[in-house]
């Protein structure tokens, strides 16, 4: 790993004229490429003080041992030159948007003799026109069905060729889904017209033939012809079909590509929708790690640079509108470069209202799913998993296995309801049964560190417990430090003894460095020296031990970080949804609810009788007995209740109607 002041160039050697500089690691690999307004601003950023660098930032300009720059004229100079530098070298701590799948295109090849329509992926060819992109299974129905009203020829150049020297159509040719111009059939030139069709229909203007054919079909029947007629019935239906595949979502005369992302810490999902005269005719989807420091403008910009500048084919596919969630950086910059490859003006903008915002909302919604369904399927790969246990294992020098590991969350509004979970994982995969809950009270409640304490002293005395098969009888396990009845969360605990039985070989907390010491104490208190103890501060994804002055920075791309990620997130979610249910509970408590006898049904027939609980507190006993079901006795009872209630000064706490958080006690 090399110094950068080894290689840092005096201040006075960089020009503060706009230009794009490149970082290169000891064996002449570039590996990170980057633009600037002012050169000697942003390098000298980068040397003034590394220590005080983000850690991806921290770790490439450490990976490197050299920097080189390239004055241009111009801002826009500069965004050409680095997507071209980009795509040379693909340096590895620049953002690389890659396809979540490799959407296929419907592609005709116009430059030949005999147009051919197919299936395509990949770069673009000069002379096809281009029509989606499509999924797999959507454009070889669409294909399937558009041959029999369009037969254009679809057969690959071998079978043309046998077909000519032998004087037969292939099998499409026999079933009239090939106007078969290899054994003459038709002319070249009507072949031709037959395809132009084809890309009339697919480029929008659909009804145009449908009602064609609607004619031919109403001129058929009057000539008697039925069985004509049929078959241009049959091609109405399948020309419907494919028009009314894409569902209208703006006006007619709308071309647009909406953007949208959701990302994390370490990785960002986009989803694209193509829409083409109103409809959506496409969708496309990328999955980027987050390996350089890129806000969301940035991110933006750098997409539409990939997107847009994989070849120079883009006078059909770059639309009028690009709808984006934020305005991307160099914005100006990037709207010209657009708009010379397409060659026409290109506006790029966010809706804020109305059917395009509610179309961009959409899109949003399939980046976030295909950002959970991405980290699904790595979770559950094996080998990846393997690799994150094995990783995690070495970054932390423990001298055993991960095969279980447990991670602890503190979940609260402003020191209420102070609740913890429990989440487990074995093998790297979840295991939920062994899920628990913690209520947290008095003076555990107090701060986070001595809530994770309280909870880590309670989960793990349960299991000493379990450990000596000294169980109290009825499985009730006395709180910590007092002699009383469990609380129903810890007596859930103790439904499952064999469960915890089994300890985790590693603990990990959500926090920095006092929620780790705080956990490390209590389980040295309780003489448990065999579990690893670690936290995850969220801030920087860094990873802190106990007693430990400086954290352990894990690789942004590492199998380990995002297995940690993930454990982190599921107990932050399992907080967060006990803490909602006990918040909710706690802002239905009536002062009514404490009275002997008084169940639900007699509290509800009090309640309608005299309209609010400031008339029942005014009544009587005689005047309570009015309501249905009250007798003398559970009058008085009422009563008692909420004079002591009053005299010990209790009321209902204060509370935000629009959060429902609880304000003051």
């Given at each position: 790993m090399a110094d950068p002041a080894s290689y840092r160039p005096q201040t006075g050697e960089i020009p503060t004229t706009p230009g794009v500089y490149r970082f290169r690691d000891p064996h002449g690999r570039v590996i990170y490429v980057g633009k600037a307004k002012n050169l000697r601003s942003r390098l000298n950023s980068y040397f003034a003080n590394p220590a005080g660098l983000l850690p991806k930032t921290h770790a490439m300009v450490h990976a490197a041992s050299s920097v080189e720059w390239t004055m241009v004229g111009s801002e826009l100079e500069s965004l050409q030159l680095e997507y071209t530098w980009i795509k040379e070298f693909k340096p590895r701590f620049n953002v690389v948007f890659r396809d979540d799948k490799t959407y296929p295109y419907l592609a005709v090849s116009m430059a030949e003799k005999l147009p051919r329509v197919q299936v395509m992926r990949g770069e673009r060819r000069k002379g096809t026109r281009y029509f989606g992109p499509y999924t797999a299974g959507a454009i070889r129905e669409t294909m399937d069905t558009l041959l029999r009203v369009f037969p254009v020829r679809s057969c690959s150049p071998g079978v043309l060729k046998r077909a000519q020297a032998s004087g037969r159509p292939c099998l499409l040719g026999y079933i009239d889904k090939c106007s078969a111009p290899c054994v003459g059939r038709v002319t070249a030139e009507e072949h031709r017209a037959i395809a132009e069709d084809f890309c009339s229909f697919m480029g929008g203007e659909a009804k145009r033939f449908i009602t064609r054919l609607e004619k031919d079909m109403g001129a058929a029947v009057a000539e008697l012809d039925y069985e004509r007629a049929a078959r241009l019935r049959d091609d109405i239906i399948a020309l419907r079909k494919v028009f009314e595949r894409n569902a209208v979502v703006l006006s007619e005369d709308t071309d647009a590509d909406v953007f949208a992302l959701h990302d994390d810490?370490?990785?960002?999902?986009?989803?694209?929708?193509?829409?083409?005269?109103?409809?959506?005719?496409?969708?496309?989807?990328?999955?980027?790690?987050?390996?350089?420091?890129?806000?969301?403008?940035?991110?933006?910009?750098?997409?539409?640079?990939?997107?847009?500048?994989?070849?120079?084919?883009?006078?059909?596919?770059?639309?009028?509108?690009?709808?984006?969630?934020?305005?991307?950086?160099?914005?100006?910059?990037?709207?010209?470069?657009?708009?010379?490859?397409?060659?026409?003006?290109?506006?790029?903008?966010?809706?804020?209202?109305?059917?395009?915002?509610?179309?961009?909302?959409?899109?949003?919604?399939?980046?976030?799913?295909?950002?959970?369904?991405?980290?699904?399927?790595?979770?559950?790969?094996?080998?990846?998993?393997?690799?994150?246990?094995?990783?995690?294992?070495?970054?932390?020098?423990?001298?055993?296995?991960?095969?279980?590991?447990?991670?602890?969350?503190?979940?609260?509004?402003?020191?209420?309801?102070?609740?913890?979970?429990?989440?487990?994982?074995?093998?790297?995969?979840?295991?939920?049964?062994d899920y628990r809950k913690f209520s947290i009270t008095g003076a555990a409640a107090s701060d986070d560190t001595a809530a994770m304490h309280d909870v880590l002293t309670r989960r793990f005395r349960h299991y000493l417990q379990d450990k000596s098969a000294q169980l109290p009888k009825s499985g009730e396990v006395p709180h910590p430090g007092t002699g009383e009845p469990p609380s129903p969360e810890d007596a859930a605990l103790t439904g499952a003894k064999a469960k915890f039985a089994y300890p985790p070989n590693l603990v990990v907390v959500d926090g920095g460095q006092p929620q780790v010491n705080a956990a490390a104490r209590a389980l040295a208190e309780l003489g448990i020296d065999d579990v690893y103890v670690v936290g995850l501060a969220k801030r920087l994804e860094e990873v802190w031990l106990p007693d430990s002055d400086f954290p352990v920075i894990l690789p942004r791309t590492s199998q380990g970080l995002y297995l940690l990620q993930r454990i982190r997130d599921e107990a932050h979610r399992f907080a967060i949804t006990f803490h909602r249910q006990k918040r909710g509970k706690a802002m239905t408590v009536s002062a009514l609810d404490g009275v002997p006898g008084l169940g639900e049904a007699k509290r509800k027939a009090l309640v309608a009788h005299f309209g609010s609980l400031k008339k029942i507190k005014a009544a009587t006993a005689l005047e309570l007995t009015a309501a249905k079901g009250i007798g003398p006795a559970l009058a008085e009872a009422v009563v008692s209740h909420l004079a002591a209630a009053g005299a010990s000064g209790e009321a209902a706490p204060a509370v935000n109607m629009t959060t429902g958080e609880i304000l003051e006690i």
């Open positions: 810490d370490l990785e960002a999902s986009v989803q694209v929708f193509h829409v083409r005269g109103g409809r959506v005719r496409g969708q496309r989807g990328w999955v980027v790690e987050k390996v350089e420091d890129a806000t969301t403008p940035e991110l933006i910009e750098h997409l539409l640079q990939q997107v847009y500048g994989e070849d120079s084919d883009n006078q059909g596919r770059i639309p009028r509108e690009v709808l984006v969630p934020e305005i991307p950086s160099n914005h100006h910059e990037l709207l010209e470069w657009l708009g010379g490859l397409r060659g026409a003006k290109v506006d790029i903008r966010v809706p804020q209202r109305g059917d395009k915002a509610a179309l961009l909302s959409t899109v949003r919604e399939n980046a976030e799913q295909a950002l959970k369904l991405h980290k699904v399927r790595r979770a559950g790969d094996i080998t990846v998993r393997s690799q994150a246990l094995q990783e995690l294992q070495e970054a932390l020098e423990l001298p055993v296995p991960l095969l279980r590991i447990e991670c602890y969350d503190i979940s609260h509004v402003q020191g209420t309801n102070v609740v913890a979970s429990m989440v487990v994982v074995e093998d790297g995969l979840p295991k939920k049964a």
